[in-house]
């Protein structure tokens, strides 16, 4: 039962980062749809660290290769979705209301997924003790 509170929990903060990220479109005084982007990176984020754990074994040790670039990718991917609204913003593109809402939008959603990846990842530790 705990599980799916907390599964409800993190849909419930995921929608409301969902909710900062369409606000920095939507508003009347913003009016633009490019910070909407970065929902782009949200989908591309846990894709490298997904498919390096499928093709890894555990027994390799710690410093495994496939999963140290893996982990570089997927930074230089989150990296990359708070630069785009600042670089927007700096460019004149958006407003920096909009960057700001945008930014904290990434922070709520990249907690929720690190959140959904930490709670699901716990759960193959409980199987493998």
């Not at 989150?78 to 958006?94: D, E, G, N, T």
């Amino acid at each position: 039962m705990a599980g799916i509170k907390g599964l409800v929990s993190l849909a419930f903060a995921g929608s409301i980062g969902m909710t900062f990220v369409i606000l920095a479109c939507a508003l009347p005084q913003y009016k633009y749809w490019w910070p909407f982007f970065v929902v782009l990176f949200y989908a591309l984020c846990p894709l490298p660290t997904m498919i390096a754990r499928r093709y890894t074994d555990s027994a390799g040790g710690t410093n495994n290769p496939c999963m140290e670039t893996a982990i570089f990718i997927t930074m230089g991917i989150l990296v990359s979705s708070f630069a785009l609204p600042i670089v927007l913003a700096r460019a004149l593109v958006i407003q920096w209301g909009a960057c700001y809402l945008t930014l904290v939008g990434n922070v709520i959603v990249y907690l929720t997924i690190l959140g959904f990846f930490t709670i699901f990842d716990m759960d193959d530790s409980d199987y493998a003790m």
